[in-house]
């Protein structure tokens, strides 16, 4: 989940499509992840979050799944609407660190 | 945004100027954050406080200041020592602070740059 550079990954979907984003963090003792949404020249917003103790959480077109096995987080956003173009962030809290670690974010595209 | 408040939306530093960016919330949180954005990257952490009249460095805390007198209020001064400000300063807050993997929430950002 580390800024690792300037290219942000970008995923286009049509509208009405499912789509899924991928996160793989770096730290095994993280224990809290975090999904944001970005839109243009805005703050981030929480979508949903996931504790280490589960695998998956269901929200509103949302899902969340985490597997511990390879440290690999997902986002699945069913029905895709325009409104869900956006920067898509996953963060990780790692215990005992004391702050959240920010993936670079993927670009979603949704097209009509 | 939730409650959190950011002002200016924009603003505009002149060669060896101090500014002050400033950060509002109402949500009774204890902790505040401030995070530095630049293009197509993630956010890196500049400071944090998770009470009043303390606070600590994050991972580019170099060439900025903090102070948090009030609960609601946490002010970064970016001063003549940062050499490339320009970026989207975003502020946050969560209710505990992160060692309980609490939530942030954000404010809209600050856009500032350099004349």
């Known amino acids: 989940g580390e800024s690792v550079g300037l290219h942000l990954p970008t995923l286009s979907v049509q509208e009405g499509d499912n789509s899924i984003i991928n996160c793989a963090y770096s730290n095994s003792a993280s224990d809290y992840f975090i999904w944001y949404k970005q839109e243009s020249g805005k703050g981030p917003q929480f979508i949903i979050d996931i504790r280490s103790n589960m695998d998956k959480r269901q929200g509103q077109r949302v899902t969340v799944l985490l597997n511990k096995t390879v440290k690999h987080l997902s986002l699945q956003i069913a029905a895709t609407q325009p409104g869900d173009s956006a920067v898509y962030f996953c963060?990780?809290?790692?215990?005992?660190?004391?702050?959240?670690?920010f993936g670079q974010g993927t670009r979603l595209t949704i097209n009509p | 945004d939730g409650g959190i408040t950011q002002s200016p939306k924009y603003l505009f530093r002149k060669e060896g100027q101090n500014v002050t960016l400033s950060c509002e919330q109402n949500l009774n949180h204890d902790a505040m954050y401030w995070y530095r954005q630049d293009p197509g990257q993630g956010l890196r952490l500049i400071y944090y406080s998770q009470i009043v009249n303390d606070f600590q460095k994050g991972d580019i805390a170099e060439g900025y200041s903090v102070s948090r007198e009030k609960k609601e209020s946490f002010p970064l001064t970016v001063t003549s020592a940062q050499k490339n400000p320009t970026a989207f300063y975003l502020c946050a807050s969560s209710s505990y602070g992160l060692a309980g993997g609490e939530t942030q929430y954000f404010g809209p950002g600050t856009r500032l740059l350099v004349l």
């Open positions: 963060a990780e809290n790692i215990e005992g660190a004391q702050k959240l670690v």
